[in-house]
């Protein structure tokens, strides 16, 4: 069974930055994305950032010049750097790593919270 911990959230503010971190435990052969998502109060959750196995990221637009997020396949973990906050990316952000091939290998981490204060 995998199991993702995450850590890093919590409260900042505008223009601050945070690093979130997500390690798993567990066999995550057949894992070959490591992402980012999040969900804010009465919206649904929303792609962040994703880093494929070699390390190539795509990013939603909202994320694009201040987010990057990267990975250390040696420990399992995917990171986040959250640059140049906006009040407006509060929400509770989870990790997700998937197969492409193994679809019934889809973990998410219990989420963290990030609030950012105008």
Known sequence: ?????????GLVQAGGSLRLSCAASGNIFSINTMGW???????QR??????????SPTYADSAKGRF???????????YLQMNSL???DTAVYYCNFRSSWR???????????????S
């Open 37 to 43: 998502y999040r969900q804010a109060p009465g919206k």
């Open 68 to 78: 990057t997020i990267s990975r250390d396949n040696a420990k399992n973990t995917v």
């Open 86 to 88: 906006k009040p407006a």
């Open 103 to 117: 679809g019934a290998d889809n973990y998410w981490g219990q989420g963290t919270q990030v609030t950012v204060s």
């Open 46 to 55: 929303e792609l962040v950032a994703t880093v494929t196995r070699g390390g």
């Open 1 to 9: 069974q995998v199991q993702l911990v995450e850590s890093g959230g």
